[in-house]
């Protein structure tokens, strides 16, 4: 509980400003902890097994920045590669994305890249993209280099934490740091509106017919 | 009388009682995972001793895990232990080499299995009262890897062989050597008659064993002049000191292997012909076995643990006294106390069966041999009426003792003669399946063969491939809430199952799932990795066909389609307020179908739904999903999209057994037609000429309504004619040529489709309102639009709307008898 982030634990709507809605999209190689990121930012829970993501999960979680109300859509993936061709029904339209790997495992971090260089193709252009080095709290088998990571982030425009789902390191920070950089102006819905979730999926009708499933 | 059916003097069991090493400091692995607790690993390794059967070993039956890493083993106990015979002149040399060779014999049997007792003693040789012997306790050593997972040590102090304590006593020497050093001391004690270094103290008893290290003449010479009985040891026939001596040689190499003892003439008169003749599905028949009884004891109340702490082997002391007098900075403690349970206790508790007996005392003769296939009327005149629990939910019915009695002596029979009596499995099964026989009764409904052991031996389940590491991360966090699947046997297995299949089933790969598709398979057969893999191997080609490949699309989106389908045709007000807030079955349902549900519920409720499923076809699921909806019903009615998919990706509790009734009830009443798919395998669902075949999904998912085939609708008028009702849409003067008898003509020209009421339809508006169970038929012809129609009945909320395949003209060749013609 204590790792909730103060802000969420308003009710939501009970601040006189504006209620944003935003989907957020989690990417990355199976098992780097997306669902526990998740888990963690929404429920301020941990679970060591943590069971595998097949297809994807919905989770959502407001968070508040001055006098905005920020609601996250958060779509979890299925990290697994063979599920990858569900992925652009589930980031196309998202204004956020959060790409994880896990510091442990070089290879994961190279998936991260080849996710970033598909967002930057195929999403939404104004996309905010976060990268995220999960498991900090296995520092001792570190794979990936902090500075190889930020150096990347930088190039490529994107936000850059080292996160621990574990202890809950930089969980919220992340969530945060991508509600503050998102445009609050043109995205304002009402509460209790049909949110962004639905309609993405609404504009995505075409492509899931001719076999989303995989490639 | 019956009750001494049950009262077998070898049908007895206890328990003993032991600490597993608890993990110091860290309590991460390297992976970040928690350290498997010790209890965890001993009992996944334990469990492989369950299948050791053989007449001079006390089977194991059970393996329980109390609190603080306690570990609770439940064994066949019965006899006497061969030390209370000891320095009483009771057995003769004849019955000594009896006793020698039934020892052998046991070992044998271990050490084949790699097994080494590591604690054999006169306490852990259990004399029956037929004068056979029973070895005891012979797999602690195994299940703690070796000792490694206690911090007591495993040996005997005289009985342990001197290299054991020259490797020191916390060591893991393993060789199968020191059980026969402990074999010759064993018969030298029996031998002179005398328990050995009885007067001395422990510390002294372990430098006798050490000190015969040196010197070269005869250990056991020295050991008989020692305990002044030299005459005895001269006496003795030569043959029998022989073995007795070679078993104590010093050099473990130098002494012989149980097997090479075997050998040994001497042991020819009470070798007897090995049965071979054993069924690979169940083992040889038995009126009941040890297992079954134990399970009855536990039903009938019988409960390990309260009996430990009744007879004191368990005593709980107050929280407080654990706590430590100072805990450093650094995390080291100082101050505690050692807790002398953390030691190993060998008493053994028996288990009092009274109660049982009391239980079944009224259970007569005959119901320990039920009559399959035919029985007299004399005889069934004599038998009391069957025991009737048919009524009680399922969750009873399995925790009641004497209905699990009978379940389980009429299954074990039916199994026994598998693959005979498969038909009558089946039928039985549809009542349900008794939990103990689940393994085998599952078995034998996916029709396993007989050599599905080879078939496995001969995969390659080692070579890495690339899909190793996917599996490797995914293994962890399969089930891990329960104590089989979270063992590190567990997990090897597991890893094994799954490699075998990918490498057996080349066309295919993995998919995230296919390991918790297999974990229930494994659950129930531990024991038995190879028929684990053949049940998923029957499993996967009937129920999954396809689904596995490397593009599965077409194949899910096909039975997501279907999904959709049959959800509006049982549920045209939920169905359709899914279509309104989008929340499309592709979102949701995924990982219910592709692991038929094992990813979505605990283990406990995919064997209760998985009994069923296997009852019936690859169709099933689509129901179960169904009603799995129907629970949640009222919920996703009022809840727009974010909502809905928010109780999807957390699922509530669902009551298995409503969903699993109210989906048998849904597939039973449900033509078979309507749940086809092109992509099932038709080597297990035959697809017929009239069936609905080649329809791609984009035309499938325009459909909002399943269609139908003409021999289904014609057994539905021919049967239930009161169940369907047939509107044709063809025009007037069509219907007039030839209609079906009854039928009602609702021409397409006739509605306007724009308002969505239920009223324009006409005069026949009011038959559809009030159609409640009826299945309603749309007859067309080829050329007719068959998607607006049904779509605006199950826009107006009309339920059972299918489409007949193929329009009207399907049944002018198949079946003229139920047409009128010239109605004008």
């Given at each position: 509980m204590a790792n909730r982030t103060p802000a969420a634990q308003r009710p939501n709507g009970s601040t006189q400003g504006k209620i944003c809605q935003f989907k957020l999209v989690l990417l990355g190689?199976?098992?780097?902890?997306k669902s526990s990121l998740v888990l963690r930012f929404v429920k301020g829970q941990f679970h060591e097994y943590q069971e595998s993501t097949i297809g994807a999960a919905f989770l959502t979680q407001t968070v508040c920045l001055d006098d905005t109300t920020v609601k996250f859509e958060i779509w979890d993936t299925a990290?697994?590669?063979?599920?990858?061709?569900?992925a652009p029904m589930y980031y196309?339209?998202?204004q956020a994305a959060i790409v994880v790997y896990d510091i442990t495992n070089q290879d994961t971090f190279g998936r991260a890249k080849t996710w970033v260089k598909e967002l930057q193709r195929?999403?939404?252009?104004?996309i905010v993209i976060a990268l995220a080095g999960n498991k900090h709290d296995l520092m001792n088998k570190r794979m990936v280099e902090y500075e190889e990571a930020q150096a990347y982030a930088e190039e490529n425009g994107l936000l850059f934490m080292e996160t621990s789902a574990k202890t809950a390191m930089n969980v919220n920070d992340i969530f945060l740091a991508i509600a503050k950089k998102l445009?609050?102006?043109?995205?304002t819905a009402g509460p209790g509106g049909s949110g962004q979730g639905r309609r993405l999926v609404e504009g995505d009708t075409g492509a899931k017919t001719a076999g989303n499933c995989c490639k | 009388m019956s009750p001494s059916l049950l009262q077998d003097p070898e049908m007895h069991f206890g328990a003993v009682t032991f600490f597993a090493k608890e993990h110091k400091?860290?309590?991460?692995?390297s992976n970040g995972?928690?350290?498997?607790p010790n209890s965890i690993i001993i009992y996944g390794r334990a469990q492989?001793?369950?299948?050791i059967k053989h007449p001079n070993l006390c089977q194991y039956l059970d393996i329980i895990r109390g609190k603080h890493e306690r570990t609770v083993i439940v064994s066949q106990y019965c006899g006497?232990?061969?030390?209370?015979?000891?320095?009483?002149?009771?057995?003769t040399i004849l019955d000594i080499k009896r006793i020698a060779y039934q020892i052998f014999s046991g070992l044998n049997e271990i050490h084949l299995k790699k097994?080494?007792?590591?604690?054999?003693?006169p306490e852990n040789i259990l004399l029956q009262e037929n004068n056979s012997i029973k070895l005891f306790n012979y797999g602690l050593f195994h299940m703690t890897d070796n000792g490694k997972l206690v911090s007591f040590p495993i040996i005997q102090l005289?009985?342990?062989?001197p290299e054991v304590y020259l490797d020191g006593v916390?060591?893991?020497?393993?060789?199968?050597?020191v059980d026969i050093w402990s074999v010759g001391i064993i018969l030298a004690e029996l031998v002179l008659d005398k328990p050995l270094?009885?007067?001395?103290k422990l510390g002294q008893r372990i430098r006798k064993i050490l000190s015969l290290?040196?010197?070269?003449?005869?250990v056991f010479e020295r050991i008989a002049r020692e305990h002044n009985c030299y005459e005895k040891y001269q006496d003795l026939s030569s043959d029998l000191k022989v073995i007795i001596e070679d078993c104590l040689n010093i050099l473990p190499q130098h002494r012989p292997t149980v097997a090479e003892i075997l050998k040994?003439?001497?042991?020819d008169k009470f070798k007897d012909v090995p049965?071979?003749?054993?069924s690979k599905i169940c083992d040889?028949?038995?009126?009941?076995t040890i297992e079954e009884l134990y399970h009855w004891w536990q039903l009938a109340g019988g409960e390990v643990l309260l009996e430990l702490k009744k007879q004191g082997l368990i005593r709980s002391s107050p929280?407080?006294?654990?706590?430590?007098?100072m805990v450093l900075i650094d995390g080291s403690i100082l101050?505690?106390?050692?807790?002398?349970?953390?030691l190993y206790d060998p008493r053994v508790i028996p288990m009092p069966l009274e109660s049982l007996y009391q239980r079944f005392?009224?259970?007569?003769?005959?119901s320990y041999y039920p009559l399959i296939h035919f029985k007299s009327e004399i005889l069934a005149s004599v038998e009391p009426s069957p025991y009737d629990a048919?009524?009680?939910?399922l969750v009873i019915r399995e925790k009641d003792p004497e209905y699990q009695f009978h379940r389980i002596i009429l299954f074990r029979r039916l199994l026994h003669g598998y693959p005979y009596t498969k038909q009558e499995i089946f039928k039985e099964a549809k009542r349900d399946i008794p939990p103990l026989l689940r393994g085998s009764i599952w078995a034998s409904l996916l029709n396993l063969k007989s050599n599905y052991e080879q078939e496995y031996t001969v995969i390659d389940k080692e070579t890495p491939t690339p899909t190793d590491r996917q599996i490797e991360v995914d293994i962890p966090r399969?089930?891990?809430?329960n104590e089989l699947l979270s063992s590190g046997e567990g997990h090897k297995k597991l890893k094994r199952i799954l490699k075998a299949w990918i490498y057996k089933n080349s066309q295919y790969v993995y998919w995230q799932g296919l390991d918790s598709l297999t974990a229930p398979f494994l659950y129930l057969n531990f024991n038995d990795e190879a028929k684990a893999f053949a049940c998923l191997s029957s499993f996967i080609p009937k129920?999954?066909?396809?689904?596995?490949?490397?593009?599965n699309s077409a194949i899910i989106q096909e039975y997501l389609a279907k999904f959709s389908q049959l959800i509006a045709f049982y549920d045209p007000v939920l169905a359709n307020h899914l279509q309104t807030i989008n929340f499309i079955p592709e979102l949701f349902a995924i990982p219910w179908f592709l692991t038929m549900f094992s990813h979505v519920f605990p283990l406990h409720k995919i064997l209760h739904l998985w009994d069923k499923l296997l009852l019936g076809?690859?169709?099933y699921p689509l129901h179960v999903g169904l009603s799995i909806l129907a629970q949640l019903r009222d919920t996703l009615l009022t809840s727009g999209f974010n909502e809905c998919i928010l109780l999807f990706s957390d699922?509530?509790?669902?009551d298995m057994e409503q969903c699993v009734n109210h989906s048998l009830e849904s597939y039973a009443s449900?033509?078979?037609?309507?749940?086809?798919?092109?992509?099932?395998?038709e080597e297990y669902e035959e697809i017929t000429l009239?069936?609905?075949?080649?329809?791609s999904v984009q035309q499938l998912n325009k459909e909002k309504c399943p269609r139908i085939c003409v021999n289904d609708v014609i057994a539905l008028i021919r049967?239930?004619?009161?169940?369907v009702i047939i509107v044709d849409i063809r025009n007037p003067l069509q219907f007039n040529r030839c209609s079906v008898k009854g039928s009602l003509n609702i021409p397409?020209?006739?509605?306007?489709?724009?308002?969505?009421?239920?009223?324009?339809?006409?005069?026949?508006s009011t038959v559809l309102k009030n159609q409640e169970k009826k299945i309603v038929v749309i007859v067309g012809t080829?050329?007719?639009?068959?998607?607006l129609f049904p779509k605006y009945l199950l826009q107006c909320n009309v339920a059972k709307v299918c489409v007949l395949h193929g329009?009207?003209?399907?049944?002018l060749p198949i079946s003229p008898t139920i047409l009128v013609q010239n109605q004008m």
């Open positions: 190689e199976s098992a780097v902890g990290g697994q590669e063979r599920y990858h061709s569900l196309r339209g998202a195929q999403a939404n252009p104004n445009p609050k102006n043109e995205q | 400091g860290e309590t991460c692995g995972l928690p350290l498997t492989i001793l369950k299948t006497e232990q061969l030390s209370n015979f000891l320095n009483k002149g009771l057995f097994i080494t007792h590591r604690c054999l003693s005289i009985y342990t062989a916390s060591g893991n020497l393993s060789n199968p050597k270094w009885q007067s001395l290290v040196q010197g070269n003449t005869s040994n003439p001497i042991f049965d071979t003749n054993r040889k028949f038995e009126k009941f929280p407080i006294l654990s706590v430590p007098k101050g505690q106390e050692r807790n002398p349970s953390s005392s009224h259970i007569n003769t005959y048919e009524k009680l939910p399969c089930h891990q809430y129920y999954l066909h396809n689904f596995f490949l490397k593009d076809d690859s169709s699922l509530p509790e669902v449900t033509p078979k037609s309507i749940t086809a798919r092109s992509h099932q395998n009239s069936d609905i075949q080649s329809i049967n239930s004619p009161n169940e397409f020209s006739s509605v306007k489709f724009g308002d969505i009421n239920i009223e324009n339809i006409g005069t026949y080829e050329d007719t639009n068959l998607e329009g009207f003209n399907t049944f």
